[in-house]
Nanobody, 121 residues
């Protein structure tokens, strides 16, 4: 099996910064795309940022210029640096990864349990 564990969420004032981390562990052969999604109360889950295995990134328009996604393949970890946070960034942030497990023919999607980010004064 594969587990994704997020960390780094919390309460921050508007204009502040947070760095989220997501560690993938388990019987991993290779990790392809990794990403961050978020879900605010009463809203659907939405893409925040994704990074491909080659480093290609894409971002939601609402976070461009403020958030940066990166990955460390040696550590099976993806990061989300969030700067200039706004109250509308408040949500549960979920990590996602497309993982090829050892002994399995195809990759599959995995999700973390989520970490709360609250932006408030």
């Amino acid at each position: 099996q594969v587990q994704l564990v997020e960390s780094g969420g919390g309460l921050v004032q508007p204009g502040g910064s947070l760095r989220l981390s997501c560690l993938a562990s388990g019987s991993i052969f290779r990790i392809y795309g990794m990403g961050w999604y978020r879900q605010a109360p009463g809203k659907q889950r939405e893409l925040v940022a994704r990074i491909g295995s080659g480093g290609t990134t894409n971002y939601a328009d609402s976070v461009k210029g403020r958030f940066t996604i990166s990955r460390d393949d040696a550590k099976n970890t993806v990061y989300l640096q969030m700067n200039s946070l706004k109250p509308e960034d408040t949500a549960v942030y979920y990590c996602n990864a497309d993982v090829w497990r050892v002994g399995v023919r195809t990759s599959a999607d995995y999700w973390g349990q989520g970490t709360q980010v609250t932006v408030s004064s």
